[in-house]
């Protein structure tokens, strides 16, 4: 029987949220004060489960400490104190919304982590709001 590991992580960042296929007034419009021309920040929670079988002789899914160095090197190292608009290459393009954050960290982890183990990533921005992923269908 499967069972689920979750590590939780935490990372500050700023974003804009603006969409260059609407105007100026419907960016203002539409994300209100994150669109601001600078940029807002968040202190972010990252939760990254990961699922499978115990292994028999240690009783684990995965190491932590090794989950957690994995999570480090692949996304906080490339987000935590960076601008998701200017300074992340994988975020290249994409409005930094929770909902595009969340898909393209499930991309990065799931090519670092062993085949089939991603099972969801959950992103909050502030206590109230979260979006979480579990892959593509």
Not at 62 to 87: P, R, T
Not at 112 to 132: D, F
Request: aromatic share 6%.
């Amino acid at each position: 029987m499967p069972v689920e590991l979750t590590r939780r992580l935490q990372f500050s960042a700023s974003h804009r949220l603006h969409s260059p296929h609407l105007s100026e007034e419907e960016n203002i419009r539409l994300y209100g004060i994150c669109h601001n021309k600078y940029g807002h920040g968040h202190n972010y929670e990252l939760e990254v489960t990961i699922q499978g079988e115990p292994d028999p002789k240690t009783g684990l899914v995965m190491n932590l400490s090794e989950l957690n160095s994995i999570v480090k090197k692949a996304l906080i190292s490339k987000v935590d104190h960076h601008h998701f608009n200017m300074d992340v290459d994988f975020m290249k393009d994409i409005i930094p919304s929770l909902e595009n954050m969340v898909v393209a960290f499930w991309k990065v982890l799931d090519a670092e982590l062993p085949k089939g183990m991603l099972k969801r990533i959950r992103i909050a921005e502030t206590e109230n709001n979260s979006v979480t992923y579990t892959g593509p269908e």
